[in-house]
């Protein structure tokens, strides 16, 4: 998969906070939050990007 400007954007907007809705990431960037959506699967499809949890044993 090769990436453009708009993947590269939504993978540094995840890096800095991953919590940022397709919303806010769509509003960033100039496109639509259905293409943010469909952009994030795909990465995540090819491998690009996984969503992981990061435990902090402390608090549990």
């Given at each position: 998969?090769?990436?453009?400007?708009?993947d590269k954007k939504i993978i540094q907007?995840?890096?800095?906070?991953?919590r940022m809705s397709n919303n806010q990431?769509?509003?960033?960037?100039?496109?639509?939050?259905?293409?943010?959506?469909?952009?994030?699967?795909?990465?995540?499809?090819?491998?690009?990007?996984?969503?992981?949890?990061?435990?902090?044993?402390?608090?549990?």
């Open positions: 998969m090769k990436l453009d400007q708009t907007l995840l890096g800095a906070d991953a990431m769509a509003k960033v960037i100039g496109v639509t939050e259905g293409t943010v959506r469909n952009r994030i699967q795909k990465l995540i499809e090819n491998k690009i990007i996984k969503i992981s949890v990061i435990n902090n044993i402390n608090r549990m």
